[in-house]
Each structure stands twice: as structure tokens, then as C-alpha cells.
């Protein structure tokens, strides 16, 4: 499964779907409270939109993936961005870092991806110094991704008995899941704003990369047109907007500081 999530991550132009995500690092970095002088270590970084906001803010920044391709990208986009940024890939399920030895550790819509929940939020929290934050953003299950996502999963299931990423966004698991790790978890809601011409350039502007790609590219054409139909379906009844479309997907910002 993993193996196939780095494939399928690494699919396609990834960068157009982060100019999409960013909108997610800014709550995450300011409800971590990321500054200069701290550690940072970004998870399932993508191309790093976290990570580089850490970096401009002066933390000392690392950031992981499973895809090495979108590492790479991740390295040419912060010699682009002139941003000092240790790259590699890693999976968040088992972290190549000693324990104790960041101030923060961060993912947006990355760590919930995760097959193994409690191996992941365990890992993130062994690597965070005592005292200090580990945060995520997790799409709700309500979410529009959430939704579409399962409209995929309608016609291409997830493997047996691994859990829906989407349980990251319901509240009550969230701090579930942290709570054995945090002495205290704080949660807020926030909503990304997305704006396209019409659904279909909406619909187009998924299929450049991650697992829209992978359907398009997997899928026999006919099935692939029925499963875009109900998503173009889903972006009617989401959009909220007279002319052109605008889609707010939910997202929870999860942030527990590691016992002390
Ligand atoms: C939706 S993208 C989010 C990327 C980035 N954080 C952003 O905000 O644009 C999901 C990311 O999770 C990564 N990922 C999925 N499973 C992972 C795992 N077990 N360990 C590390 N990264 C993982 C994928 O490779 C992909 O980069």
C-alpha cells in the first residue's frame, strides 16, 4: 500500500495541487506558533508548503515524504525559493530521527494518510521535545475531498481494514488519538476557498496529480466517466456561488503539546 501511495503522490504536476493545500499551512503554522530559533520537522511535507513557511519564519526546518519524487520537488522549490530546507524521504510511520530532537513537528493532509494511525501520531510525538507541539490538519469527513474521495472509493475500494484517513477530522477521534501522547489538544475549524471557472476546470485542475491522476490514468474510460459525473455532481451541490465555482472544504487544525 505504501508503495503504491508514493507512486500515486508522485503522479502528475503535485505542485498545482500545493498551490491549492497552502491555504491549510497558514492556520497550522500560526496555531503552532512556529518562530525563529526552533526546530521544525514537516511530515508528509509534499513539496513543503509547511516547510518553507517554517524556514521563512527562521525555524530551522526538515522536511519528509514517501514519494521521492515529490522530495525532489521539495528540494528544487526551496533552492527556487532561496530557503535552507533538509530533505528526504521518510515515512512518517517510522521516523529516521532520535527522540527529543525537534521543537515541532507538522502535517497538513499528509499524516492522515497514514495506514496505521497510532504507529503514525506516536512516531511524531517520539521525535518532539517534551513540552512542545505536534500539529495537523486533517480534512473532515464531511469535507468536500472527504466526499470525493469517496465517490472514488465507490469504484477503485481502499485496501481492507486500514482506516478512513477522514476519522483524522472528526473531532473526538482526533483527540483521541493525541491525547495519549498531549497534556493538551487544541482544536479549531477552518475552511479552505477555492475558485474555479466552471466544475469542469475544477474537476481538471484535480486530475493534474495524486489520486484523481491515478484514476484517470487507471480506470477504462467509461468507468472513469461515470466516477466524474458524480463528482461533478458532488461540486453542484457544494458550490457556493451564482457564476463560476467556489468550494469550501473543512479542515480541523489538531495541535497537542507533548507531556512535559
Ligand atoms: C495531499 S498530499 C499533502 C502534501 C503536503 N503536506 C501539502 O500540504 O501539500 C499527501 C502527502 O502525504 C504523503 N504520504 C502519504 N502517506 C505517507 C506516509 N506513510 N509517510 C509519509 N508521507 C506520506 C504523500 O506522499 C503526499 O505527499
Redesign the pocket.
Known amino acids: 500500500m505504501?508503495s503504491a501511495?508514493?507512486t500515486?503522490?508522485?503522479l502528475g504536476d503535485?505542485p498545482k495541487?500545493?498551490r491549492?493545500?497552502?491555504q491549510?499551512?497558514v492556520p497550522l503554522v500560526d496555531a503552532c506558533a512556529i518562530s525563529a530559533g526552533q526546530e521544525v520537522l514537516?511530515?508528509?511535507?509534499?513539496?513543503?508548503?509547511?516547510a518553507i513557511r517554517a524556514a521563512n519564519e527562521g525555524a530551522a526546518v526538515t522536511a519528509?515524504?514517501?514519494?521521492p519524487g515529490?522530495v525532489d520537488l521539495g528540494k528544487a522549490r526551496s533552492a527556487e525559493e532561496g530557503v535552507d530546507i533538509d530533505w528526504s524521504v521518510?515515512?512518517?510511520?517510522d521516523l529516521p530521527f532520535e527522540d527529543a530532537c525537534f521543537d515541532c513537528v507538522t502535517?497538513?493532509?499528509?499524516?492522515?494518510?497514514?495506514?496505521r494511525p497510532a504507529k503514525?501520531i506516536e512516531e511524531m510525538f517520539r521525535v518532539v521535545r517534551p513540552g512542545n507541539t505536534v500539529g495537523m490538519?486533517n480534512w473532515t469527513p464531511d469535507s468536500m475531498i472527504a466526499r470525493s474521495f469517496g465517490i472514488i472509493g465507490s469504484f477503485f475500494p481502499p485496501p481492507e481494514g486500514v482506516p478512513s484517513p477522514f476519522e483524522w477530522g472528526d473531532e473526538a477521534t482526533a483527540r483521541e488519538r493525541f491525547e495519549p501522547h498531549a497534556g493538551t489538544v487544541e482544536i479549531e475549524r477552518h475552511r479552505v476557498d477555492w475558485r474555479f471557472g466552471s466544475r469542469e476546470e475544477g474537476l481538471e485542475f484535480f486530475e493534474n496529480a495524486?489520486p484523481q491522476a491515478a484514476m484517470k490514468a487507471n480506470l477504462d474510460p467509461d468507468t472513469y466517466a461515470q466516477m466524474t459525473a458524480k463528482q461533478l455532481e458532488l461540486i453542484d451541490e457544494l458550490n457556493a456561488a451564482d457564476e463560476g465555482v467556489v468550494i469550501d472544504s473543512e479542515f480541523l487544525v489538531v495541535v497537542g503539546r507533548k507531556r512535559g
Open positions: 505504501k501511495q508514493a500515486v503522490w508522485g503535485y495541487i500545493a491549492l493545500t497552502d491549510a499551512a514537516d511530515v508528509a511535507a509534499g513539496t513543503g508548503n509547511v519528509t515524504d514517501l514519494s515529490l521518510a515515512d512518517v510511520e502535517s497538513v493532509f499528509g499524516a492522515m494518510f497514514a495506514p503514525a490538519s495524486g
